[in-house]
């Protein structure tokens, strides 16, 4: 199992700014994914996190959007960018082994006013 | 398109009576399914899996079942508790490895 913190938690942010959020994970891990969850949907994949190369984005995502970091084994960030209402979602960080159970951190909680 | 559906957004049953959530799916290739718990400012947690190779799973009060040729999964938790109250995904591994999430579904289980 892995235990993975996530900040902010929740944030209300203006349309047209930006917020960054934060994933840590207690251990090594080589990938770590973002996921969104959007109002009454389902959790979708933004992109897959990989340590020492650029992200892997899913259909209907972008880097320009999303940008992603992932310095290190234990750490990435996803930024939400240039936010708009339609942004307003909760955004979870996801680790494990693709194909196998995965643990999701708490969430982040967006709402674009 | 949707290629993970739980049809039921809600579900509400008495305490000690059989909670069955539902799912199904579009993709024959698929051949393995995951259920996950999700309480309310918390990230989704893994519950129980099926490979299918099987057509049933049993983890205590949890047991998921598969029907293949329907493309359809079901977890029945017995007896259900008040804190089994949370939305429920269903997730189907893609070929590529991906995890594919139902819409979730939401049970109540009144006291």
Redesign the interface.
Known sequence: SAV?S?KP?RDICQRGTSLTIQCQVDSQVTMMFWYRQQP??????IATANQGSEATY?SGFVIDKFPISRPNLTFSTLTVSNMSPEDSSIY?C?VG???T???????T?LTVV | D?Q?KQNS?SLSVQEGRISILNCDYTNSMFD?F?WYKKYP??????LI?ISSIKDKNEDGRFTVFLNKSAKHLSLHIVPSQPGDSAVY?C?A?SN????I????TTLQVKP
Request: hydrophobic share 35%.
């Open positions: 993975i996530q938690s009454g949907q389902s959790l979708t994949l899913e979870l996801s082994n693709r194909g159970e995965a643990f999701f951190g708490q969430g909680r | 949707q993970v957004p393995y995951l400012a918390e990230g989704p947690t893994f899996s995904f997730a591994v590529t490895g991906k995890l999430f139902g819409q979730g």
